[in-house]
């Protein structure tokens, strides 16, 4: 066993769109400490440094509270650190990924806390980054884009290795009990958004001991009944496993809810929402006969789409901004 360690620790960053790189920092942060202090910038200080982000401020707010490493969020916390907001949220240090942050004048936001030792680094995931994700939709749906013009080691694709011990890392690794009511959610949960993520929060906290599992579609099973996912099934695994709502996850979960999968799992509740998905087959239809279907409502009606139309609508200002960036990163020698 592990010794608890003391003291709050604390994270900043824009979170857009948050993946389970970010995810994997809140842990990493959280493993410091007793307790996570999670920043995050407005939209504001994001158009200032870098430009606009794709999910506004309380929808990125609303996101980072659903990662189960989160005690807190600082909200509207600025782009550059100052130890007046590490002492304001109580924070001991401020952990960063090995890559460097530059404020709108060019300097490294960590520099004071680095002085004061304040600082400390954490991994950053590679192979997953909100550019890198921007990337795969532009590159399918906005003209004339040159994905390998935007690419650096942090932007580049399918560098992410699912092994063991990292999808370990991500488990909450309780099984259901007696008062438990097994609650099976399943779908593609590509872009994890605050759409999926309010929704899940609502399940979790509509229905009493809810013990949620959410079986995550392979990828050509959401080919077959909707767009190719833009992350494989291991990073939409692991960005729902992050999720704090969910007690497990079942990567390539078939389609079909059927008796194995029912009495396996002890399934009291399969839910879904209103709009339901456009599969192939219908899915639950033994759900339906044993009684076990509920369509939930959740909070917001916000879909993968919506994430891909407002990356389309400003194709060529994210197009730019990742080239820019992965150039930045080329020439820092990253
Ligand atoms: N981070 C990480 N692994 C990633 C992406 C981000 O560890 N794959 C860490 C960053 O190093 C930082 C925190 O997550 O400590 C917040 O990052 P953020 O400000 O959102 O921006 P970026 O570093 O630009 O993340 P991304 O490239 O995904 O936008």
New binding site residues.
């Given amino acids: 066993m592990g010794t608890e360690k003391s003291g709050s620790v604390f ?7 948050v ?1 389970f ?2 995810a ?3 842990r ?1 942060a959280r493993s410091k400490g007793s307790r996570l202090v999670v920043g995050v ?1 407005s939209d504001e200080e994001i158009i200032k440094a ?1 430009g606009m982000p794709v999910l506004t401020s309380e929808e990125r707010y609303e996101a980072v509270r659903a990662v189960k490493w989160v005690d807190h969020v600082h909200e509207a916390s600025p782009y550059s650190l100052y130890m007046s907001t590490l002492d304001k949220c109580g924070c001991d240090f401020v ?5 460097i ?1 530059l404020n709108a004048d060019g300097e490294d936001c960590y520099s004071i806390a680095q002085r004061m030792g304040r600082f400390q680094f ?12 921007v990337n795969r939709v532009l590159a399918r749906y906005a003209t004339g884009f040159d994905h390998s013009a935007a690419q650096s080691k ?2 580049g694709t399918e560098t992410f290795l699912p092994s063991a011990r990292k999808i370990a890392m991500f488990s909450n690794r309780t099984e259901p009990e007696e008062h438990h009511t097994v609650v099976y959610v399943d779908g593609s949960f590509d872009l994890l958004h605050p759409g999926h993520l309010s929704w899940l929060r609502t399940l979790k906290e509509s229905i009493p001991n809810a013990y949620i599992i959410a079986g995550i579609h392979s990828d050509e099973d959401v080919a077959s009944y909707g767009p190719t996912p833009f992350l494989g099934v291991h990073e939409r695994g692991l960005g729902v496993m992050g999720c704090r709502w969910v007690d497990d996850v079942i990567f390539n979960a078939p389609i079909t809810v059927d008796k194995h999968m029912i009495a396996e799992f002890g399934i009291n509740v399969v839910a879904v929402g209103p709009s339901g998905a456009d599969y192939p087959v219908d899915g639950y239809v033994l759900p339906k006969e044993m009684g076990l279907l509920r369509t939930i409502e959740g909070p917001r009606p916000m879909s993968a789409k919506t994430i891909v139309d407002r990356i389309v609508a400003r194709q060529a200002e994210y197009a730019a901004k990742n080239k820019a ?1 992965a150039e930045k990163e080329r020439m820092s020698g990253l």
Avoid: L, P
């Fill in positions: 994270i900043d960053g824009c979170f857009d769109m993946h790189g970010h994997n920092a809140m990493q910038h870098k952990v960063h990924g090995e890559d942050t954490i991994h950053r995931t590679e192979g997953v980054s909100t550019s890198d994700i942090y932007t960036k």
